[in-house]
Protein backbone atom coordinates (compact mmCIF):
# COMPACT_ATOMS: atom_id res chain seq x y z
CA UNK A 1 0.00 0.00 0.00
CA UNK A 2 0.95 3.51 -0.66
CA UNK A 3 -0.86 6.75 0.39
CA UNK A 4 -0.25 10.50 -0.95
CA UNK A 5 -2.15 13.44 0.81
CA UNK A 6 -2.98 15.88 -1.88
CA UNK A 7 -4.57 19.40 -2.41
CA UNK A 8 -6.27 21.00 -4.66
CA UNK A 9 -6.10 25.00 -5.00
CA UNK A 10 -9.32 26.65 -6.39
CA UNK A 11 -7.42 29.98 -6.87
CA UNK A 12 -8.70 32.94 -8.61
CA UNK A 13 -5.67 34.38 -11.28
CA UNK A 14 -4.73 37.37 -12.51
CA UNK A 15 -4.16 37.30 -16.23
CA UNK A 16 -0.96 38.42 -17.59
CA UNK A 17 0.74 38.83 -13.94
CA UNK A 18 2.54 35.72 -13.89
CA UNK A 19 4.87 37.01 -10.91
CA UNK A 20 1.85 38.09 -8.70
CA UNK A 21 0.49 34.31 -9.61
CA UNK A 22 3.90 32.66 -8.68
CA UNK A 23 3.73 34.57 -5.42
CA UNK A 24 0.45 32.74 -4.38
CA UNK A 25 1.11 29.31 -5.50
CA UNK A 26 4.21 29.60 -3.73
CA UNK A 27 2.43 30.33 -0.59
CA UNK A 28 0.11 27.68 -1.07
CA UNK A 29 2.94 25.47 -1.79
CA UNK A 30 4.52 26.55 1.91
CA UNK A 31 1.23 26.03 3.50
CA UNK A 32 -0.11 22.70 2.10
CA UNK A 33 3.56 21.45 2.51
CA UNK A 34 3.41 22.23 6.35
CA UNK A 35 -0.24 20.37 6.58
CA UNK A 36 1.26 17.09 5.12
CA UNK A 37 0.75 17.27 1.40
CA UNK A 38 2.32 15.89 -1.16
CA UNK A 39 0.97 16.95 -3.81
CA UNK A 40 0.09 20.74 -4.53
CA UNK A 41 -2.46 21.02 -7.41
CA UNK A 42 -3.18 24.22 -9.00
CA UNK A 43 -6.06 24.98 -12.34
CA UNK A 44 -5.18 24.96 -15.76
CA UNK A 45 -3.05 27.87 -16.84
CA UNK A 46 -2.28 29.40 -13.32
CA UNK A 47 1.04 30.81 -13.76
CA UNK A 48 -0.53 32.57 -17.06
CA UNK A 49 -4.29 33.52 -17.24
CA UNK A 50 -6.19 31.92 -20.00
CA UNK A 51 -8.37 34.48 -21.77
CA UNK A 52 -5.88 36.08 -24.34
CA UNK A 53 -7.64 38.10 -27.16
CA UNK A 54 -4.41 37.38 -29.49
CA UNK A 55 -1.82 35.24 -30.40
CA UNK A 56 0.40 38.13 -29.81
CA UNK A 57 -0.75 38.51 -26.40
CA UNK A 58 0.00 34.73 -26.14
CA UNK A 59 3.34 34.76 -26.84
CA UNK A 60 4.18 37.75 -24.38
CA UNK A 61 3.55 35.05 -21.33
CA UNK A 62 4.97 31.72 -23.25
CA UNK A 63 7.73 30.16 -22.70
CA UNK A 64 9.10 26.98 -23.06
CA UNK A 65 9.18 24.52 -20.10
CA UNK A 66 12.18 24.43 -18.24
CA UNK A 67 12.66 28.26 -18.36
CA UNK A 68 11.55 30.94 -15.88
CA UNK A 69 8.01 29.62 -14.25
CA UNK A 70 8.79 26.21 -14.40
CA UNK A 71 12.53 27.01 -12.74
CA UNK A 72 10.44 28.84 -10.47
CA UNK A 73 7.59 26.24 -9.41
CA UNK A 74 10.69 23.48 -9.23
CA UNK A 75 12.39 25.45 -6.43
CA UNK A 76 9.47 26.21 -4.63
CA UNK A 77 8.79 22.66 -4.51
CA UNK A 78 12.27 21.57 -3.54
CA UNK A 79 12.35 24.22 -0.68
CA UNK A 80 8.91 22.80 0.26
CA UNK A 81 9.89 19.06 -0.34
CA UNK A 82 6.38 18.31 -2.41
CA UNK A 83 5.71 18.03 -5.93
CA UNK A 84 3.09 20.37 -7.93
CA UNK A 85 0.83 20.60 -10.56
CA UNK A 86 0.23 23.68 -12.43
CA UNK A 87 -0.60 25.53 -15.92
CA UNK A 88 1.09 27.88 -18.34
CA UNK A 89 1.73 28.37 -21.90
CA UNK A 90 4.39 26.73 -23.43
CA UNK A 91 6.21 28.13 -26.07
CA UNK A 92 8.04 25.51 -28.53
CA UNK A 93 9.57 26.99 -31.83
CA UNK A 94 6.28 28.98 -33.01
CA UNK A 95 4.02 26.50 -31.86
CA UNK A 96 2.24 27.31 -28.39
CA UNK A 97 0.81 24.89 -26.25
CA UNK A 98 -1.55 24.93 -23.36
CA UNK A 99 0.06 22.53 -20.86
CA UNK A 100 0.57 21.59 -17.40
CA UNK A 101 3.40 20.14 -15.72
CA UNK A 102 4.12 17.97 -12.97
CA UNK A 103 7.64 18.96 -10.99
CA UNK A 104 8.84 18.25 -7.76
CA UNK A 105 11.98 18.29 -5.32
CA UNK A 106 14.44 16.63 -8.25
CA UNK A 107 12.45 18.64 -11.03
CA UNK A 108 9.82 18.27 -13.99
CA UNK A 109 8.42 14.50 -13.84
CA UNK A 110 5.94 15.00 -16.81
CA UNK A 111 4.51 18.15 -19.02
CA UNK A 112 1.09 17.30 -20.36
CA UNK A 113 -0.09 19.47 -23.94
CA UNK A 114 -3.63 19.72 -23.78
CA UNK A 115 -5.16 17.69 -26.42
CA UNK A 116 -9.05 18.72 -26.80
CA UNK A 117 -9.32 22.29 -27.85
CA UNK A 118 -12.37 24.23 -26.98
CA UNK A 119 -13.03 27.05 -29.12
CA UNK A 120 -12.50 29.60 -26.23
CA UNK A 121 -9.80 31.58 -24.45
CA UNK A 122 -5.91 30.42 -24.86
CA UNK A 123 -7.24 27.40 -26.66
CA UNK A 124 -8.19 29.34 -30.03
CA UNK A 125 -4.31 30.14 -30.28
CA UNK A 126 -3.02 26.71 -29.45
CA UNK A 127 -1.82 23.60 -31.11
CA UNK A 128 -3.69 20.18 -30.14
CA UNK A 129 -1.18 18.09 -27.68
CA UNK A 130 0.67 15.87 -29.91
CA UNK A 131 2.29 13.64 -26.95
CA UNK A 132 1.40 10.10 -26.15
CA UNK A 133 -0.79 9.86 -22.72
CA UNK A 134 1.57 8.58 -19.96
CA UNK A 135 1.55 7.84 -16.27
CA UNK A 136 4.88 9.32 -13.63
CA UNK A 137 5.21 7.66 -10.10
CA UNK A 138 5.12 10.24 -6.97
CA UNK A 139 6.41 8.38 -3.84
CA UNK A 140 4.51 5.23 -5.19
CA UNK A 141 1.65 6.48 -6.73
CA UNK A 142 0.97 6.66 -10.17
CA UNK A 143 -0.26 10.09 -11.85
CA UNK A 144 -1.61 10.91 -14.63
CA UNK A 145 -2.56 14.59 -16.43
CA UNK A 146 -5.40 15.72 -18.54
CA UNK A 147 -6.49 19.47 -18.80
CA UNK A 148 -10.49 20.55 -18.81
CA UNK A 149 -12.15 19.81 -21.73
CA UNK A 150 -10.27 16.78 -22.10
CA UNK A 151 -12.46 15.20 -19.22
CA UNK A 152 -15.13 15.52 -21.64
CA UNK A 153 -14.12 12.47 -23.89
CA UNK A 154 -13.69 9.17 -22.06
CA UNK A 155 -10.99 8.08 -23.84
CA UNK A 156 -8.46 10.45 -22.20
CA UNK A 157 -8.90 9.18 -18.62
CA UNK A 158 -9.18 5.48 -19.91
CA UNK A 159 -5.93 5.82 -21.71
CA UNK A 160 -4.18 6.52 -18.55
CA UNK A 161 -6.36 4.20 -16.19
CA UNK A 162 -5.01 1.45 -18.86
CA UNK A 163 -1.66 3.02 -18.51
CA UNK A 164 -1.74 1.97 -14.49
CA UNK A 165 -2.89 5.52 -13.14
CA UNK A 166 -3.90 5.63 -9.60
CA UNK A 167 -4.84 9.22 -9.85
CA UNK A 168 -6.17 11.40 -12.74
CA UNK A 169 -5.20 14.87 -12.64
CA UNK A 170 -7.41 17.37 -14.15
CA UNK A 171 -6.75 21.66 -13.86
CA UNK A 172 -9.46 23.36 -15.32
CA UNK A 173 -10.65 26.55 -15.96
CA UNK A 174 -14.92 25.97 -16.25
CA UNK A 175 -16.79 28.30 -17.37
CA UNK A 176 -20.91 28.80 -16.76
CA UNK A 177 -22.20 25.57 -19.20
CA UNK A 178 -19.74 22.85 -17.41
CA UNK A 179 -21.66 22.50 -14.05
CA UNK A 180 -23.44 19.30 -15.36
CA UNK A 181 -19.48 18.30 -16.35
CA UNK A 182 -18.29 19.25 -12.72
CA UNK A 183 -21.27 17.76 -11.05
CA UNK A 184 -21.61 14.38 -12.86
CA UNK A 185 -18.73 13.64 -14.91
CA UNK A 186 -15.92 13.57 -12.31
CA UNK A 187 -17.70 10.95 -10.50
CA UNK A 188 -18.12 9.22 -13.84
CA UNK A 189 -14.57 9.01 -14.80
CA UNK A 190 -13.61 8.16 -11.67
CA UNK A 191 -16.45 5.44 -11.20
CA UNK A 192 -15.75 3.76 -14.66
CA UNK A 193 -11.83 3.51 -14.41
CA UNK A 194 -11.88 3.09 -10.69
CA UNK A 195 -9.15 6.00 -10.21
CA UNK A 196 -9.07 8.55 -7.86
CA UNK A 197 -9.90 11.70 -9.89
CA UNK A 198 -9.03 15.34 -8.84
CA UNK A 199 -10.56 17.98 -10.95
CA UNK A 200 -9.35 21.73 -9.61
CA UNK A 201 -11.05 24.45 -11.27
CA UNK A 202 -10.04 28.38 -10.74
CA UNK A 203 -12.72 30.85 -9.79
CA UNK A 204 -13.37 34.92 -10.22
CA UNK A 205 -13.54 36.45 -13.36
CA UNK A 206 -11.42 37.33 -16.33
CA UNK A 207 -12.30 39.62 -19.42
CA UNK A 208 -15.70 39.02 -19.15
CA UNK A 209 -15.43 35.15 -18.42
CA UNK A 210 -16.85 33.95 -15.35
CA UNK A 211 -15.42 30.66 -13.80
CA UNK A 212 -17.63 28.52 -11.82
CA UNK A 213 -15.16 26.49 -9.11
CA UNK A 214 -17.05 23.79 -8.37
CA UNK A 215 -13.81 21.64 -7.68
CA UNK A 216 -13.93 18.03 -6.83
CA UNK A 217 -11.83 15.22 -6.07
CA UNK A 218 -13.52 11.71 -6.38
CA UNK A 219 -12.53 7.88 -4.73
CA UNK A 220 -12.60 4.91 -7.29
CA UNK A 221 -16.19 4.27 -6.70
CA UNK A 222 -17.04 7.79 -7.78
CA UNK A 223 -18.19 9.40 -4.30
CA UNK A 224 -16.95 12.48 -3.68
CA UNK A 225 -14.22 12.77 -1.05
CA UNK A 226 -14.06 16.81 -0.92
CA UNK A 227 -16.18 19.53 -3.21
CA UNK A 228 -15.32 23.22 -3.02
CA UNK A 229 -18.52 26.15 -3.58
CA UNK A 230 -18.97 27.65 -6.69
CA UNK A 231 -17.92 30.92 -5.89
CA UNK A 232 -14.62 32.34 -3.37
CA UNK A 233 -11.31 30.06 -3.13
CA UNK A 234 -11.41 26.66 -1.48
CA UNK A 235 -8.35 24.36 -0.38
CA UNK A 236 -9.45 20.30 -1.21
CA UNK A 237 -7.52 17.79 0.59
CA UNK A 238 -8.00 13.91 0.83
CA UNK A 239 -5.72 10.55 0.84
CA UNK A 240 -5.11 8.79 -2.18
CA UNK A 241 -4.62 4.61 -1.29
CA UNK A 242 -3.19 2.80 -4.12
CA UNK A 243 -4.93 -0.24 -2.56
CA UNK A 244 -8.23 0.91 -3.54
CA UNK A 245 -7.23 2.53 -7.08
CA UNK A 246 -5.30 -0.86 -7.89
CA UNK A 247 -8.16 -3.33 -7.05
CA UNK A 248 -10.52 -3.46 -10.68
CA UNK A 249 -11.90 -6.50 -9.19
CA UNK A 250 -15.32 -5.78 -7.30
CA UNK A 251 -17.20 -8.97 -5.64
CA UNK A 252 -20.51 -7.50 -4.95
CA UNK A 253 -21.81 -10.94 -3.93
CA UNK A 254 -19.66 -13.85 -3.67
CA UNK A 255 -20.15 -16.67 -6.48
CA UNK A 256 -23.15 -15.02 -8.56
CA UNK A 257 -22.05 -10.78 -9.08
CA UNK A 258 -18.82 -9.93 -9.83
CA UNK A 259 -17.51 -6.98 -12.37
CA UNK A 260 -13.69 -6.27 -13.48
CA UNK A 261 -13.52 -2.56 -14.80
CA UNK A 262 -10.73 -3.33 -16.69
CA UNK A 263 -10.77 -7.18 -17.53
CA UNK A 264 -14.75 -6.94 -18.85
CA UNK A 265 -13.76 -4.49 -21.49
CA UNK A 266 -13.94 -5.83 -24.91
CA UNK A 267 -11.62 -4.09 -27.41
CA UNK A 268 -12.51 -6.02 -30.22
CA UNK A 269 -15.62 -4.32 -30.34
CA UNK A 270 -14.35 -0.93 -30.17
CA UNK A 271 -12.89 -0.48 -33.38
CA UNK A 272 -14.88 2.09 -34.01
CA UNK A 273 -12.66 4.75 -32.16
CA UNK A 274 -9.66 4.20 -34.52
CA UNK A 275 -11.36 4.98 -37.63
CA UNK A 276 -11.53 8.09 -39.13
CA UNK A 277 -14.45 9.72 -39.68
CA UNK A 278 -15.96 12.71 -42.40
CA UNK A 279 -16.90 15.29 -39.46
CA UNK A 280 -15.68 18.71 -39.26
CA UNK A 281 -13.17 19.04 -36.34
CA UNK A 282 -13.40 22.35 -34.26
CA UNK A 283 -10.53 23.95 -36.11
CA UNK A 284 -12.37 23.24 -39.74
CA UNK A 285 -15.22 24.95 -38.58
CA UNK A 286 -14.78 27.90 -36.64
CA UNK A 287 -10.57 28.79 -36.67
CA UNK A 288 -8.42 30.54 -39.61
CA UNK A 289 -6.70 28.87 -41.70
Not at 183 to 198: K, L, P
Request: proline share 6%; charged share 20%; with cysteine.
Amino acid sequence: MNTLQIAGIQMDITIGDIAGNLARMRSQIARQAAAGAGLVIFPECSATGYCFSSREECLAVAEPVGSGITESMTSYCRDAGVHAVFGMVERDGDRLFNVVVLTGPQGVRSVYRKVHLPYLGLDMQTTPGDRPFEVVDVDGVKIGLNICYDSAFPESSRCLALLGADLIVLPTNWPPGAECLARTTIATRAMENAVYYAAINRVGDERGFHFIGRSSICSPDGSELAVAESTGEQVLTATIDTDRSRRKHFIRVPGTHEIDRMADRRPEMYGLLTQQHNLPTPRDRHRPK
